[in-house]
């Protein structure tokens, strides 16, 4: 058994494995600040975050960004090390501290767009592929996702209303100290970094999971096993009418294959009852093992 293997065995990750996640948190650190710099910040879109109270800061009284993030991200991490526990590590410090030098280091790349919707857009895009790339790493940029992982815990407030709560304030913030349109083009900008963070995560190839009903459900499940080759799951149900036991298969397919299930099952059972889901994130033989 190779040292790899053993040390998935004992709970500990590899040194690869360590490398990998801090060349993630690094790389999307990185990213994050360079469409900071040259979408979001000389266009005035503070959608949100850290990053959207150093925008309004740099316009009101000419203060440097990345002295700002640094000045709010340093303290919100210690704050969350004291009142929450160490579960964020070193990794997610090297993001706080390292996204706002790499801020420092291209402020004067200069504009790529002077069109502020297009400026939105890719930057909401190049700040959600950042961050995604760090979670990919378990870690974060620290920010205001500590403030609001605070705020969760002392106030009983769930964490999705928080984030919405601190970042709703920036981007209203940004239409006081700049304009409305300002404003609704820092929300255009949240939107799609949080679609691409999703993307990030969870790939764009979506699976669909199939519920089958079925009379013939032995020559269905062959059918899966066999021809699609892909596995299947009976589960135990019983119809609310009849109160009589109704197994339903479970299947989970690629895209591509779900018009070939589509057409095995209406050819074997017409009569078949199938419900279809998208399954965002499937792990396992088959599918993604990470």
């Known amino acids: 058994m190779g040292r790899k293997n053993r040390a998935a065995l004992n709970g500990k990750k590899s040194p690869l494995a360590w490398v990998m996640e801090y060349a993630f948190v690094l790389l999307g650190s990185a990213i994050v600040a360079i469409s900071f710099n040259v ?64 801020v420092f280091l291209t402020n004067d790349w200069g504009a790529w767009t002077s069109d502020p919707l297009l400026a939105s857009l890719f930057g909401g895009i190049g700040v959600g592929l950042g961050l995604g790339i760090v979670f990919r790493g378990k870690a974060s940029t620290g920010g205001t996702d500590l ?19 601190i970042d709703g304030l920036i981007v209203l913030s940004a239409a006081i100290v700049f304009n409305i349109e300002q404003g609704l083009y820092a929300l255009i900008g949240l939107y799609v970094t949080s679609k691409t963070i999703d993307l990030v995560q969870v790939g764009f190839g979506r699976s669909k999971m199939a519920l089958i009903i079925t009379e013939k459900q032995d020559e269905v499940r062959e059918g899966i096993l066999n021809k699609i080759d892909r596995g299947v799951t009976k589960l135990s149900a019983y119809g609310g009418y009849t109160d009589h036991e109704r197994p339903v298969l479970l299947c989970v397919v690629d895209q591509t294959e779900f018009t070939k299930l589509k057409q095995l099952v209406k050819t074997i059972d017409p009569s078949a009852f199938i419900i279809v889901t998208d399954a965002a994130e499937v792990l396992g033989e088959g599918f993604k093992r990470d």
């Open 147 to 165: 403030a609001a992982q605070i705020i969760n815990k002392y106030t009983g407030l769930s964490l999705g209303t928080c984030v919405a709560l």
């Open 39 to 102: 979408f979001l910040l000389p266009n005035r879109v503070a959608s949100g975050g850290v990053s959207g109270i150093s925008t309004i800061l740099d316009t009101v009284v000419g203060w440097e960004p990345a002295y700002v993030q640094w000045a709010f991200n340093i303290p919100l991490f210690i704050a969350g090390v004291i009142l929450l526990g160490r579960q964020f590590g070193a990794k997610t410090l090297a993001g706080t501290i390292f996204l706002p030098f790499v």
